[in-house]
């Protein structure tokens, strides 16, 4: 059973184990209030996730979505640059790993969007700038994938 409140103990060691004191900016605090938040929030290690593995499930909320008609909603993907294809598969199949995507045929599509990530919006094509928007994505070099 997946839920919100109370993760897995494997999640909670992996979280604990990932979180080190480097993830936090701190430089602005005294000595003092540095070690202070850093006790704190370095103990509070279960509320941190740094990789898609430790993200986590819940069961307490199950969406719901109303449309307009019972009509399978269907847009065609979007062409994607050969430049950036590599890193779209790294992408998905890190969400697949990770059980937050899983493979399906379904009436009902929508294309992947890439979002240019804050930290090199001059580069497009280098990995590390791309994210993978909707939960629902058609193209997948032929395959549906959906969560």
Request: include cysteine; glycine fraction near 4%; charge should be positive.
């Amino acid at each position: 059973m997946c839920n919100l409140i109370t993760p897995s103990e494997d999640i909670l060691k992996k979280r604990k184990d990932e979180l080190s004191e480097t993830d936090f900016k701190l430089e602005h605090l005294t000595s003092d209030q540095k070690q202070l938040l850093l006790e704190t929030l370095l103990d509070r290690s279960a509320a941190f996730s740094k990789s898609l593995k430790t993200i986590g499930c819940t069961d307490r909320v199950i969406p719901t979505f109303n449309f307009r008609s019972h009509n399978p909603i269907k847009t065609l993907p979007f062409e994607i640059p050969h430049a950036i294809q590599g890193t779209i598969k790294e992408e998905l199949n890190e969400l697949i790993e990770a059980g937050l995507i899983h493979r399906n045929i379904s009436q009902w599509s929508s294309p992947m969007v890439l979002v240019k990530k804050k930290q090199n919006p001059t580069n497009p094509h280098k990995p590390a700038s791309y994210r993978i928007g909707p939960t629902v994505v058609k193209y997948y070099f032929g395959k549906f994938y959906a969560s």
